[in-house]
T-cell receptor, first 112, second 116 residues
Framework: GESVGLHLPTLSVQEGDNSIINCAYSNSASDYFIWYKQESGKGPQFIID?????DKRQGQRVTVLLNKTVKHLSLQIAATQPGDSAVYFCAENNSGYSTLTFGKGTMLLVSP | DTAVSQTPKYLVTQMGNDKSIKCEQNLGHDTMYWYKQDSKKFLKIMFSYNNKELIINETVPNRFSPKSPDKAHLNLHINSLELGDSAVYFC??????FGTGLDEQFFGPGTRLTVL
């Protein structure tokens, strides 16, 4: 299958649990961060973003936390559902450049 | 309506062939991108176009040539395909992109290229 030999960091949770996915970013000049969700066979889909003048932003069931001191980003998903199963990527951008740099991805597996 | 579309979805071809992947966005965005996702799911930017002009060309072999006939289309042509070109290629678009910070990028469904 597609995941054989993938060796992505994996987080396995039960339905209804809260999930926390972590990401360490590399560029201290990055000022814009996005979390993407990629389901099997599909393109990445925007979840939530945050700019560097904030340390927390909430969406529907999701919260992104930014710690610029240690260059760390996290995505919290409340009441995780089987439909949340996917690979999650963090991405960073420096506003002087037009590209996103993606992290390695974390696979979230939600069991019913 | 599909916001960012790519064709074909699957492409299987022999080494040495030349192939193209097409991308269209109907969002009225100014900037379009091509990404390559390898077997380990790592996503890497290849090209960025703003209003039909090449903005970013990462370290991609010159066998890869993007072409933007208009703002809504960014096609990827690959010459002399090699085994290592096998990957999933994603097109994306965003409203802004160059020098103004970065807005959300919308991704296409991907084209899985397999080179035999």
């Amino acid at each position: 299958g597609e995941s054989v030999g993938l060796h992505l960091p994996t987080l396995s949770v039960q339905e209804g649990d809260n999930s926390i996915i972590n990401c360490a970013y590399s560029n201290s000049a990055s000022d814009y961060f996005i979390w993407y969700k990629q389901e099997s066979g599909k393109g990445p889909q925007f979840i939530i973003d945050i700019r560097s003048n904030m340390d927390k932003r909430q969406g529907q069931r999701v919260t992104v936390l930014l710690n610029k001191t240690v260059k760390h980003l996290s995505l919290q998903i409340a009441a995780t559902q089987p439909g949340d199963s996917a690979v999650y990527f963090c991405a960073e951008n420096n506003s002087g450049y037009s590209t996103l740099t993606f992290g390695k991805g974390t696979m979230l597996l939600v069991s019913p | 309506d599909t916001a960012v579309s790519q064709t074909p979805k699957y492409l299987v071809t022999q080494m040495g062939n030349d192939k193209s992947i097409k991308c269209e966005q109907n969002l009225g965005h100014d900037t379009m991108y091509w990404y390559k996702q390898d077997s380990k799911k790592f996503l890497k930017i290849m090209f960025s176009y703003n209003n039909k002009e090449l903005i970013i060309n990462e370290t991609v072999p010159n066998r890869f040539s993007p072409k933007s006939p208009d703002k809504a289309h960014l096609n990827l042509h690959i010459n002399s395909l090699e085994l290592g070109d096998s990957a999933v290629y994603f097109c994306a678009s965003s409203q802004e992109g160059f020098g103004t910070g970065l807005d959300e990028q919308f991704f296409g469904p991907g084209t899985r290229l397999t080179v035999l």
